[in-house]
């Protein structure tokens, strides 16, 4: 079984990535690019131009140095993951040309049986019916209750603790809102911060996507996991500012942050 993988490949999404690339023979490992600000130029040249929303200069560059402390602190948790000294391809493609034309040729001449996405770009259009199988993707955060950008951020914050983890879905249109295939709720201990429950839920997805990928791979029919009646809420990126992080940080290093106390769990919508 063919297995493409794209992903920005972040400290948190190795932890992912090496599981799978360990347990199996034939992956692509497509590297994308940091997302960037787009300008949408519209078709009607009288029409002014319009920007997608996003965060502010003084936000998008306060939560990037934020962003710096637990990225390294995930590293130096990563740096015993060997992942070169497994085989597999690897290729790199900017973020923004993943849904273009050249994307789509690009991905097409990969011939994928699963296209698996590890925070990368929404998959739109054609691509979508690229692999033979299924395309797959790992969020961190339970949908419909949590869909889109920083939903364990936004799960943590409000102390919505029950809510805190991730799944693998199959991606369909509509952000995270595909049938879901697992769900893993990471263990807790009232002095975990984000980054303790990065590490767990990375974790924990790695080990429910081999084993789904696996599952895959040996059945003759796939599985239709669980539908999501809800809508939810999608969690825009420019909705989380450096006031909320900065929020997040006095919080915690006060102790009103504390989730409550329980074991890992793992539950599959496989059958």
């Known amino acids: 079984m063919k297995i493409v993988i794209i992903s920005q490949y972040t400290p948190r999404e190795k932890i992912v990535v090496h599981e799978i690339v360990k347990n199996f023979d034939q992956v692509t490992l497509v ?3 940091q997302r960037q600000s787009l300008v949408v130029k519209p078709q009607n ?5 319009k920007k997608t929303r996003s965060q502010s200069f003084f936000d998008r560059n306060g939560l990037r140095f934020f962003h710096k402390f637990p990225k390294i602190s995930i590293e130096n948790k990563t740096k015993h993951l060997k992942i070169e ?19 789509l040729e690009f991905l097409k001449s990969l011939q994928p049986d699963i296209l698996f996405t590890c925070n990368a770009p929404i998959l739109r259009g054609e691509i979508l019916n ?10 961190y955060g339970m949908p419909p209750h ?3 950008n920083d939903t364990l951020f936004w799960a943590y914050i409000k102390k919505d603790f029950d809510n805190l983890g991730g799944c693998l879905h199959y991606t369909t249109k509509g952000v995270d ?3 879901i295939l697992a769900e893993v709720f990471p263990s807790l201990d009232p002095k975990d911060s984000l980054v303790h429950v990065d590490i767990k839920t990375s974790e924990l997805l790695a080990m429910a996507a ?7 791979e040996n059945c003759d029919e796939i599985p239709t996991g669980k539908v999501q009646v809800e809508k939810g809420r999608n969690y825009k990126l420019y909705e989380r500012t450096l006031l909320h992080h900065l929020k997040y940080l006095i919080q915690w290093y006060l102790g009103m942050l504390k989730p409550n106390p329980r074991k890992e769990k793992t539950v599959f919508f496989t059958k």
């Open 31 to 33: 590297q994308s690019g």
């Open 45 to 49: 040249p009288s029409r002014a131009v």
């Open 85 to 103: 000294s497994h085989d597999f391809e690897k290729v790199s493609i900017p973020f923004a040309q993943i849904n273009t034309e050249r994307g």
């Open 130 to 139: 690229i692999p033979k199988i299924a395309a797959i993707n790992v969020h």
């Open 146 to 148: 949590y869909r889109g």
């Open 177 to 179: 809102r595909g049938n």
């Open 210 to 216: 081999v084993k789904i990928l696996k599952d895959i």
